[in-house]
């Protein structure tokens, strides 16, 4: 079974700085993909960055970024230049083969 | 238009009803998905179907039953509803492992 562990309930920002979000996992898989999803008060979920686990290249979307340390079996997710509209819930999944498994999600404020 | 539907957006009914909720992508994925989202906002995956062939079915009470006519669409059938069911049901799509693609969320209140 796969499990993955936010240990970041809630996190807060002022707007225009940066924060880290968080995450590592655990899976017997070798082939795996790792996502961040964001969930806005309007609790749509919406795909913010992916990374494949056999990239050694850190993927990088605009102003969100991750640090994947794969054999710490960490994936944190950066995101830069904070603005109000990144207010939301934050969650980590774990996919493959497997079954798809998210975080418990963290709760971001960027206050102004 | 919309990448993945989801009918209704919200639904409040009394226990012991029957109800269903429908799911639609115009993404040509392959897969698509249930998941239940608590009122911790916890995120758990309920069914999986690839091209009409049920793949993923977690520990769901058989009051629940998924149902895909065809690989566009996917639908949750709930029978006996208890107050217990009341949470928010994604719908979701992809193909293979690019990201799934979520519906507005379905928000089911058992009275």
């Known amino acids: 079974a796969q499990t993955v562990t936010q240990s970041q309930p809630e996190m807060s920002v002022q707007e225009a700085e940066t924060v880290t979000l968080s995450c590592t996992y655990d899976t017997s898989e070798n082939n795996y993909y790792l996502f961040w999803y964001k969930q806005p008060p309007s609790r749509q979920m919406i795909l913010v960055i992916r990374?494949?686990?056999?990239?050694?290249q850190n993927a990088t979307e605009n102003r969100f970024s991750v640090n994947f340390q794969k054999a710490a079996k960490s994936f944190s997710l950066k995101i830069s230049d904070s603005q109000l509209g990144d207010t939301a819930m934050y969650f980590c999944l774990s996919g493959g083969s497997y079954i798809p498994t998210f975080g418990r999600g963290t709760s971001l404020i960027v206050h102004p | 238009d919309t990448a993945v539907s989801q009918t209704p957006k919200y639904l409040v009914t009394q226990m012991g009803n029957d109800k269903s909720i429908k799911c639609e992508q115009n993404?040509?994925?392959?897969?698509m998905y249930w998941y239940k989202q608590d009122s911790k906002k916890f995120l758990k995956i309920m069914f999986s179907?690839?091209?009409?062939?049920?793949?993923i079915n977690e520990t769901v009470p058989n009051r629940f039953s998924p149902k895909s006519p065809d690989k566009a669409h996917l639908n949750l059938h709930i029978n006996s509803l208890e107050l217990g069911d009341s949470a928010v049901y994604f719908c979701?799509?992809?193909?293979?492992?690019?990201?799934?693609?979520f519906g507005p969320g379905t928000r089911l209140t058992v009275t």
């Open positions: 179907y690839n091209n009409k062939e049920l793949i």
């Open positions: 979701a799509s992809s193909q293979a492992q690019r990201g799934q693609y």
């Open positions: 990374q494949e686990a056999y990239k050694q």
């Open positions: 993404l040509g994925h392959d897969t």
